[in-house]
């Protein structure tokens, strides 16, 4: 069923509409639990794609196990998505700068305020995004320490490989899901991936972690997949970050999410021009590369990756 979350008239005569699929079990629902997988806030960020196709197709293949409602929300920023900019375009805005919204508001305002409203409620809210077209990182849940107690557990059968506890300061409160976790929906927020892209592996790894938590709910009657243990961590001191010294073209020579020990090489940024070496780039500590530059081109400063600390994870 495809149902309409909000709509408002654009110049010429056209009209953008955000559109939900809802799947669920025939007859009455009311009571029933419901998940909420939500994607496409950034129009530049594609990962979440993939896993409402799939995660969908996979759920008509055992129709008869759904005991639950499942709402996909493939395309919460559909300009952005087809216009491949992050923003709502014209607007030069974050959509995910502009929740809870407001009804009474721009058309920016009112948008998010529909989300808002057909959204909260679930039981639970998978929020999915990429990171941008510069770094790729592994499937990771990251969470405001305010939430920490209700939404642990749930990513603790997600299926990522890291949990990252970010400090309540780091957070801005105009997010969906702040807005979403600080009125009671809760909701998590997936990164993984790379910007522009779809990494199948990531996808399929994270619709096992949402068919995880439906059988979690209650959702779900089938045999789950059986999910990764993740590596959690809460303290800002746990990661590193890898930040070029210099311009010029990254060459990474690790692949990601691979344990180093300190001095280990990670990359060279060269020049292509003189064919010189600028900076060899090395780990400072011993651990997982969970981040990693994708695009080439690096600026004095640059991120070009990040590490979780050896003992976070060997506790």
């Avoid at 997600?158 to 702040?178: C, I, K, M, P, R």
């Avoid at 311009?247 to 990359?267: A, K, R, T, Y």
């Avoid at 003189?274 to 004095?300: H, K, N």
Wanted: charged share 25%; glycine share 10%.
């Amino acid at each position: 069923m495809i149902k309409t979350v909000a709509s408002v008239s654009l110049p010429v005569d056209e009209v953008l509409t955000i559109k939900k699929r809802r799947i669920q079990p025939e007859g009455k629902t009311k009571g029933m639990k419901r998940i909420s997988i939500v994607t496409g806030i950034h129009g530049d960020e594609l990962e979440g794609q993939y896993v409402c196709y799939e995660l969908g197709k996979r759920i008509e293949a055992e129709f008869d196990k759904l005991t639950g409602i499942v709402d996909i929300y493939p395309a919460m920023n559909p300009l952005g998505i087809d216009s491949i900019t992050r923003g709502i375009p014209a607007f030069d805005l974050d959509m995910n700068r502009l929740f809870p919204g407001n009804k009474e508001g721009n058309m920016t305002e009112y948008l998010a305020s529909g989300i808002m409203k057909d959204v909260s409620g679930s039981d639970l809210v998978v929020d999915i995004h990429a990171s941008n077209i510069y770094l790729t990182e592994i499937p990771q849940i990251r969470i405001n320490e305010l939430h920490e107690k209700e939404l642990v557990p749930f990513a603790k059968k997600s299926n990522v490989d890291f949990v990252w506890v970010h400090g309540a300061s780091t957070v801005l409160e105009s997010t969906f899901a702040y807005s979403l976790n600080s009125t009671g929906t809760p909701c998590l927020v997936v990164e993984m991936g790379v910007g522009m892209r779809i990494t199948k592996s990531y996808g399929d790894q994270m619709v096992d972690g949402i068919f995880s938590l439906m059988k979690e709910l209650g959702i779900w009657s089938g045999k789950a997949p059986k999910v990764r243990k993740p590596i959690i961590s809460k303290d800002y001191m746990d990661v590193s970050y890898l930040n070029a010294t210099t311009g010029g073209l990254f060459i990474p020579q690790v692949n990601h999410w691979v344990e180093l020990n300190e001095g280990d090489v990670i990359g060279e940024i060269v020049n292509p021009l003189t064919g010189e070496v600028l900076e060899t780039v090395t780990s400072p500590v011993d651990g997982i590369l969970f981040t990693i530059r994708d695009y080439p081109i690096v600026d004095e400063g640059s991120l070009v990756g990040r590490l979780l600390r050896k003992e976070v994870y060997s506790k």
